[in-house]
């Protein structure tokens, strides 16, 4: 059976400090990078060889997906850079406190931003220009939810992702909190009203095993 492999980047300085980051590009802590390499042990558990990887735009991902090829022995493996992986865009929340957040909204609120599939956070007034974006020609959004997360994930998926792996190649995504929750929504199949229940913790793979035509057949979380 063909597997993909995805993990959340390890812990990025805005995940220690509990600040909302999305398209902004903050580095790993030194923890960030421990889980690196422990996500990268939990992996070669498994001997898996991949055959290529997808990651974001975004450093935080980049470094993380670097450091696990480099522990597998795997750093000849292509990797392939979209912006379609990239967090999600929290708007006018970005850079702002999580705490300080609940206490200008409410906690209930906050957590529908967070955690629901059609909130959409309070927006910027005007879009960010960004070179690594300019160059390509994509607008940065002036805030995402979860749906429209998942609206611009899914065309990569099709296009990149699902054809390897139909053609019987391992693939490792290492992307991001949201973009990952809704790749596992679209994979699981689960509802809208539910996929506020999952979490997905930095530095921890899960992987998939898939038969010939797509089908999950096995998901386990790597330890």
């Known amino acids: 059976m063909v597997k993909l492999v995805i993990t959340r980047h390890g812990e990025s300085q805005a995940n220690r400090d509990n600040i ?3 398209w902004s590009d903050v580095p790993l802590t030194q923890n960030g990078i ?15 060889e991949f ?24 750093l000849y493996v292509p990797i392939h850079k979209t912006w379609r992986l990239n967090e999600r865009h929290y708007g006018a929340l970005r850079g702002m406190n999580k705490d300080v957040a609940k206490q200008r909204f409410g906690t209930q609120q906050v957590g529908k931003w967070r955690r629901g599939y059609r909130d959409l956070p309070p927006q910027l007034t005007e879009a960010d220009h960004d070179r690594r974006y300019d160059r390509i020609g994509v607008s940065v959004p002036l805030s995402e939810s979860l749906q429209m997360t998942e609206e611009r994930l899914l065309p ?10 139909l053609a019987g190649h391992n693939q490792l995504i290492v992307a991001h909190g949201s973009t990952l929750r809704a790749l596992v929504k679209y994979l699981d199949e689960i509802p809208d009203d539910q996929i506020n229940t999952v ?25």
């Open 20 to 22: 909302f980051t999305g």
């Open 34 to 48: 421990a889980q690196a390499h422990q996500a990268a042990q939990a992996i070669l558990q498994h001997h898996i």
């Open 51 to 74: 055959d290529d990887v997808h990651t974001s735009y975004l450093q935080r991902a980049i470094v993380t997906a670097n450091l696990i090829c480099d522990q597998l022995d795997q």
């Open 156 to 165: 990569y998926w099709i296009d990149q992702i699902a054809p390897r792996l």
């Open 199 to 223: 979490e997905i913790a930095n530095g921890a793979p899960i992987m998939y095993d898939f038969d010939a035509q797509l089908n999950v057949m096995k998901k386990i979380e790597l330890t």
